[in-house]
C-alpha cells in the first residue's frame, strides 16, 4: 500500500520476512524486520547511530550533524530529506537486543535520501548515506538490502529517472554486490566540494568588469525554452547530444519543485555561431541569455544543508569573460543565505577548464568517491528482489 507524508508518496511499513537459510542470520529467532518511514521519536536513535559510527572509526569524511539538525531540517517547516529506518521487534529474545528490551522498536538501521534532478533525464532519487547498528555485523549486507530495496519501490512510485549513491572508488565489495542488479559506476566523474570558508570568499569575490558585460538574475517560467536550449548544448558539449530525454514542457514542470535556476543575460548581446549539424542549433532561445546555473538544496548527514550545483554553462560566445565565476559567485550568496554550509557538484575529469576553474574558487576534490547508478529500467527488478536471490 502506497501512502502519502509531507506531499511524497511512501511505501507503508513494510513487514519484511527474513526466515531463510544461508543469509547470515544464525542463531536469530525473530520472523521479521519493520522497514518504514522515521518519526520525530525516531531521530534520538538515529543521531546515535551516526554518533557510533563516527566513534568506531576515523571517517574519510567527519560528521557534524547534531540531533537539533536532524529535526529542524528533516521535520520542521520544509523538509530537506526523507528517512527510511528498520526496526526489531523488542519482544525478540535475541541477546543481541537485551539492552533495548525496554525501549519499544529500537532502530537498527536507516537511510536518508532525498530528489536531485538530471537536466538530461528528470528527477531521481540519490541515497546520501545508510548505516546499520555495529550490534548487527553479521546482517549488515541484507539490512542495507532491505533499505535500498525499500528506497527501489518509492523510486517507482515517484517515477524516478534513476537511483543512485557514492561509494568509495576502491569499494570493489558494493560493485560485485549491485552490478549483477544493474548498477554502474561512473568513474570518470570527479565529486567538489566547496567549504563554508570557500563559499565566503567566493561570495565576496569583486569582480567590476563583469558587471558590465553581464546581469545574473533568477530564471522565470519564460527563460524554460532557453534553458533547455543551454542543456542540449551542454549535451552537445559533451559529445552526448542525443542522451537528453526531456523536454520544456518536462523542465517547466520541474522547475521550483526539483530545481532552481540564475543566468547570466548578456548587456552586449553576440550572435550565434551553432554547428548546423548539433540539436541544439534548431531550438528557439533568446540571444541575451548567455549562461546558466542549475541548482537545489540537498542535504547531507554529515554537514546538514548542502547548495547541489546541477549543470553551470555558458554558451561558447561568451566564454572567457568571467561568466562562469560570476555564476559559481551568485550560487555561493545563495547557499549562505539559505543556511547551506557547503556547495557541491559533480565534473568530468576531461572538462580541465572547468575543473581548473573550481580549483582557483577553493573546491576540494574527493577522489575516494564515486556514483553509482541504477538506470530506471533496473529500478523495477531491484524493488521486488527476492531475498532469496540475494547471494
Not at 209 to 219: E, L, Q, T, V, Y
Request: proline share 4%; hydrophobic share 40%.
Amino acid at each position: 500500500q502506497i501512502q502519502s507524508c509531507n506531499g511524497w508518496l511512501i511505501s507503508s511499513v513494510l513487514h519484511v520476512p527474513i526466515i531463510k537459510k544461508g543469509f547470515g542470520f544464525q542463531g536469530m529467532d525473530y520472523e521479521m524486520f519493520n522497514v518504514g518511514p522515521a518519526t520525530k521519536q525516531d531521530i534520538k536513535e538515529i543521531t546515535r547511530l551516526i554518533q557510533e559510527a563516527k566513534d568506531q572509526k576515523n571517517e574519510i569524511f567527519p560528521r557534524r550533524i547534531r540531533e537539533d539538525d536532524l529535526l529542524r531540517d528533516g521535520f520542521g517547516d520544509k523538509e530537506h530529506f526523507f528517512c527510511l529506518v528498520v526496526k526489531q521487534k523488542s519482544q525478540s529474545k535475541n541477546h543481541l537486543l537485551e539492552d533495548h528490551i525496554e525501549t519499544g522498536e529500537p532502530i537498527i538501521g536507516f537511510v536518508l535520501y532525498f530528489y536531485l534532478f538530471s537536466t538530461w533525464e528528470g528527477h531521481f532519487m540519490f541515497i546520501d548515506d545508510l548505516l546499520v547498528s555495529s550490534k548487527y555485523k553479521e546482517q549488515h549486507k541484507i539490512i542495507n538490502l532491505l533499505l535500498i530495496q525499500e528506497c527501489a519501490r518509492i523510486a517507482v512510485e515517484e517515477n524516478c529517472c534513476r537511483l543512485q549513491f557514492d561509494i568509495l572508488r576502491d569499494d570493489s565489495t558494493s560493485v560485485e554486490r549491485f552490478s549483477p542488479m544493474g548498477a554502474f559506476t561512473l568513474p570518470e566523474w570527479l565529486t567538489v566540494r566547496f567549504p563554508t570558508d570557500a563559499l565566503i570568499t567566493m561570495s565576496n569575490r569583486v569582480n567590476m568588469d563583469n558587471s558590465k558585460k553581464f546581469k545574473i538574475r533568477s530564471a522565470t517560467t519564460e527563460d524554460m525554452p532557453s534553458i533547455m536550449y543551454m542543456i542540449q548544448s551542454l549535451a552537445d558539449f559533451e559529445n552526448m547530444s542525443h542522451a537528453v530525454e526531456i523536454d520544456t514542457k518536462v523542465l517547466n514542470k520541474s522547475f521550483e519543485k526539483y530545481f532552481e535556476c540564475i543566468i547570466g543575460e548578456s548587456l552586449t548581446p553576440i550572435s550565434d555561431s551553432d554547428d548546423c549539424n548539433l540539436i541544439s542549433s534548431k531550438m528557439p532561445h533568446d540571444n541575451r541569455i548567455a549562461g546558466m546555473a542549475i541548482y537545489l538544496t540537498i542535504y547531507c548527514k554529515r554537514v546538514g544543508k548542502v547548495l547541489h550545483l546541477e549543470d553551470l554553462f555558458v554558451l561558447p560566445q561568451y566564454r572567457n569573460q568571467g561568466l562562469g565565476t560570476e555564476l559559481m559567485k551568485e550560487c555561493a550568496k545563495i547557499g549562505l543565505s539559505c543556511g547551506c554550509t557547503e556547495m557541491d557538484l559533480q565534473v568530468l575529469d576531461w572538462n580541465t577548464k572547468a575543473v581548473d576553474l573550481y580549483k582557483r574558487l577553493g573546491g576540494v576534490f574527493i577522489s575516494e568517491l564515486v556514483p553509482l547508478r541504477f538506470t530506471k529500467d533496473k529500478i523495477p527488478p531491484l524493488a521486488s528482489l527476492e531475498i532469496e536471490q540475494v547471494n
